[in-house]
């Protein structure tokens, strides 16, 4: 999702005297929320600092595993449908929520017995008992759908028994995303950043921008387990501002790291260039095999 050149956004940072401070406060919050309306749409984001130890160990305690070593615990991006309330948000908590805890997924380095097991002896939230967790964060989020109250009464209009996505047949339309429309809006949010004690990189981030008639969000992890697998895992999320459509589309890419190794070799890079292509997601993605895929909208028009 290319960008225009932006100014710098300011950070503001409160003064800690507690590990246990809440930080930031809920008006520091909303003055570092930046939101934009289009149509019957407000869209939100807010980038933060990096998390601090107090709400390290709360995140910790709820999700049940240890956090990356990067959470940026109060940075989000959201899209709200004024009308109905409807709302779909990305933040770090939830994505974390949605790596899967039963251990039926984890991936095998030398040293992924010793790397878990120091994570969980440091995270005082999960002392008690050791559990398996993907210790990758490939997380299957799709982001948090929530209903607020809105302008209009979805209860009495029947509005809010269809206010849930349902399988589609109608794709995003990326030609129309590939126009030179002017952006109204763009951010690029990261919501939690590990690099595996050293064996590869997990990221997940958030880009959004926002044209006079749509928007196009793309939510996207991607994992590397250096010498086992490369791994993408987008969601975007497409809104049509008149018919006020909102599209989600699920994609699941990924290849073993041999494999992606030979792709890139292949195309002609070099050794060093090779090791440049496999920190860049864009570059990667284009190598990926698509191995799972869902298409679904919801109209929110009253």
Known sequence: MAAPPMGRQPTHINPINSMNEPWPSPEHLAEATRNYRQGSFVIASRKLPISKAGPIEAMEKDIKI??????????????????TGWRIEFNAHDALGAVDKTGNNMLQVAHAGEWSASREQTSAGIREIVRPFDWSYSTTYKGTVVHEKGDVDTDATGLSKRLEFAPTDEPIPFELLKRRDPIQFFDDVMLYES???????????????????????????????????CRIRDTRIYVDFASEVVTREYVVKEAS??????????????????????????????????????????????
């Not at 990067?70 to 009308?83: A, K, W, Y």
């Not at 496999?278 to 698509?290: G, Q």
């Open 195 to 229: 690099e595996l004690d050293d064996n590869g990189i997990s990221i997940l981030t958030v880009k959004l921008r926002v044209h006079d008639e749509r928007m196009l969000l793309l939510c996207r992890l991607y994992m590397r387990l250096d010498n086992v697998v």
């Open 66 to 83: 240890p956090v990356p070593e990067m959470i940026f615990g109060d940075n989000l991006v959201s899209i709200m449908h004024v009308p």
């Open 257 to 302: 790291f041999n494999d992606v190794k030979q792709k890139l070799l292949i195309s002609g890079l070099r050794p060093d260039a090779i090791t440049i292509a496999l920190r860049d997601a864009n570059r990667i993605a284009e190598t990926l095999p698509v191995i799972d895929q869902t298409l679904e909208s919801v109209s929110l028009a009253s």
